[in-house]
């Protein structure tokens, strides 16, 4: 019996080395310790061994028990310690990695990209961003502006009325009205948004974006409007842009202007783009009409102030290159992909 219990050691010692991962370990333990194992069908062999024996082998059995016990523990953490390292290592993830190339990914807007670019430069010269309702009375989208009901300037915009005295707003301007109704100077703010005018043609759509801008204070000239907006064209088309001033007129500004910029396709020589002139329209401006600043509530005596409003889709087709107005609504990929 003692020769048994020696070779079941020495099987016990061989098979536990031999494994190599817990899976195996743990078959081990079943075939040495388990209760249909070898050392507990020796254990039930123990009745036959003659009776001065039996402690001695007891006692054997159960060091034997215990060592077998003991390599299998040590064994099961040198195992479990390196599966799990093996486990880490194959689950590790490089954050750092660039992701897959997706063919779905998005891109920003053209228009979205211009009104961006519009804002960045006027927050650059000092101005804040303000936003204000597409669904406009009519006393803020005419009347504060100097147009009173009935007057031919309304002839202007093709107007979208809710009601008489509801409209969707027709340019920015209103938040001119809105901004100098409720805060004294000093003010410089750009606003962009939606407008809405019944017109619809190849440079026209009947919702297309503004960015209003209002600077008043006291002593603020034309010369002001012109250094700001000249300044505000080198950075948004080129250091070496030309700008001219047009006389215009707008109810809501006295004098008032259109601002052209030299021709980016042809830099002034004429061109298709350019008609031939050599120059593009880019914006309507003018110094605010004093009528408007004592309507709102500001002392005209004491501030002045200039206004412009820059139409989005105009400048995009202008920098893009972009044919027709109707190319920026139509969300064909083929377009929008191209402004990456
Ligand atoms: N609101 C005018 C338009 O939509 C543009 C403008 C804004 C002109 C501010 C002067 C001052 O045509």
Known sequence: ?????????????????????????????????????????????????PKEEKPAMGKMLNEVRVAIEQMLE??????????????????????TLPSPKSEHLG???????????????????????AEGPEIETDMFNFQLLNVPKDHPARDMQDTFYVNDNIV????????????????QPPIRVVVPGKVYRSDDDASHSPIFHQVEG?????????????GVLTAFAEKLFAEDVKTRFRPSYFPFTEPSVEMDVSCTICHGK??????????????????????????????SKVYSGFAFGIGVERIAMLKYGVPNIKMFYENDLRFLKQFK
């Not at 040590?74 to 954050?95: G, H, P």
């Not at 891109?107 to 961003?129: A, C, M, R, S």
């Not at 969707?168 to 805060?183: D, F, G, V």
């Not at 209002?214 to 012109?226: H, M, P, R, S, Y």
């Open 74 to 95: 040590s064994k099961e953490k040198t195992l479990a310690e390196a599966e799990k390292k093996a486990r880490l290592l194959a689950e590790d993830i490089d954050v």
């Open 1 to 49: 019996m003692k020769q048994a219990i020696d070779k079941i050691q020495s099987e016990a010692e061989i098979a536990i080395n031999a494994s190599s991962n817990t899976r195996e370990l743990t078959e081990v333990r079943v075939r040495f310790l388990g209760k249909n194992g070898e050392i507990t069908a020796i254990m039930k062999n123990l009745g036959s061994v």
């Open 270 to 299: 004429g061109c298709r783009v350019c008609k031939g002139t050599g120059w593009l329209e880019v914006l309507g401006a003018g110094v605010v009409n004093p009528v408007v600043l004592d309507m709102c509530g500001i002392d």
């Open 168 to 183: 969707l707003r027709t340019h920015t301007s209103p938040m001119q009205a809105r901004i100098m109704t409720s805060q």
């Open 107 to 129: 891109t920003v807007h053209p228009l979205t990209i211009v009104k961006n670019e519009i804002i960045d430069i006027f927050l650059g010269f000092g101005f804040n961003v």
């Open 214 to 226: 209002l600077a008043v204070g006291k002593d603020i000239t034309l010369g002001d409007l012109q």
